[in-house]
């Protein structure tokens, strides 16, 4: 019998195994271990050199007869199309790219992924092993220039070796499809650590385990000799770890998610789903791409050039009120204390500069915003802001609100 106070032993779910990417124990090995005609990626690699290898991808693009079909790239076809645009938002949210970043676009192709990088105001290098290839992606920003004053990009010829860039020159790497066209992994992910700036991040969206198996991918291999490898993600990270990255996180996306009807969505929502509904599908589709960031060791200084996590609170003296025409002019003393956990860059900063000024909202909404006003003092989390004089003119019917500006909009004190 069990006395006073015993405690019984804690029962916990049976730990199903860690499922791996590992090729003994996954699909690859076992198929060609049934058809041996399969190709498999390790001989190709064994069997080319780099070099032969980089020949293939420039005979490729310099011979192609429809280079405008190419140059649409994602909007060649509606499918392929949301494919890539849903898998291109989620590496870039794993990208993490700002205003002003130094982005390494490895493997750029035609460079679609970089046109957008420089739109959002990226200096994007674009780099690849095809001479072609980039010469057809300066032709797409020609054809196809970005909107507004945008940095340049740079166009990097790569030797299947060296990344020809100093170390800890970049802010950010992204491989779209890229990796697993590299016969020496290793070298190309320490080369990413040396270019990599302390905290960068490079971000991935590669194929997965079993993508050498593809019909595609065998074609490709036997009648091209392009390398179709499969990504085996804990490979990839034990690599980057002896390289000096320090973290990798692993996208959870279904790409080509299951579009179901209300009942359906309410019980999904509702936690009374089928599993072969939404958690099963979802899992497959996870299992056909591997979208990842590896963080290099060290630490970025997070700043106003990403809105995320900014915050402020204001406090208002020394007000004023004076009559002017059809208003009148409020003007005070704003202090600033930075509540969040980014820098503020300076108010003449390019990018991401930090403001104070007053608007003026009606019931509607925003209607008019003041001058800016410098934000003097501090530019770090918790430090208050020398005292900024604001003057707003306030028509009748309308409220005046302090803020931050153009990121924030903080606490405000309206009269
Ligand atoms: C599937 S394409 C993707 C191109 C581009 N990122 C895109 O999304 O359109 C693969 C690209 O990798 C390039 N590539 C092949 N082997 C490479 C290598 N060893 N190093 C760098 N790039 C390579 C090819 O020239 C090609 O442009």
Known sequence: MRGAGHVGRVRR??????????????????????????????????ATSVEQLAATAEQYFATLD????????????????????????????????????????FGAGTCWTSRWLTQLGCRVIASDISPSALELGRHLY?????????????????????????????????SYDALHHVPNPDDVIAEFARVLRPGGIAAFSEPGATHSLQPQSQYEM?????????VIIEDVWQRAQDRGFTEIRLCLLDSSPQWVDLPTFQ???????????????????IGDRRMFTLRRAGTETPDSRIADGLTAALSLDDVTVERAGDGVVVSGTCRAVNTGTRHWLPSDSPHGPVFLAPASFSPTGP?????????????????????????????????????????????????
């Open 13 to 46: 779910p049976a730990r199903r195994p860690h499922r791996t990417d590992r090729p003994d124990r996954t699909g690859p090995h076992r198929a060609r271990e049934a058809d041996p005609d399969l190709i498999d990626p390790a001989e190709l690699i064994a």
């Open 66 to 105: 429809d280079v405008e079909q190419l140059l649409t790239k994602p909007f060649k076809e509606a499918g392929e199309a949301a494919e890539l645009l849903v898998t291109f938002g989620q590496v870039l949210r794993g990208l993490q790219p700002a205003t002003g970043m130094t982005v390494l676009d």
């Open 142 to 174: 020609e054809r196809a220039p970005v909107l507004g004053e945008r940095p340049e990009p740079e166009f990097l010829v790569f030797d299947g070796h060296r990344i020809d860039l100093p170390d800890a020159s970049v802010d950010r790497i992204l």
């Open 222 to 230: 036997r009648h091209f000799g392009v390398l179709e490898n499969d």
């Open 267 to 285: 019980d999904v929502r509702a936690g009374r789903e089928d599993p072969s509904v939404f958690p099963e599908p979802a899992r497959a589709a």
């Open 367 to 415: 209607s008019a915003t003041g001058s800016r006003t410098p934000v003097g003092g501090s530019r770090f989390p918790a430090e208050e802001t020398a005292g900024c004089r604001l003057v707003g003119r306030l028509f009748f019917g309308f409220g005046l609100r302090w803020g931050m500006f153009p990121m924030l909009s903080g606490s405000s004190s309206t009269s």
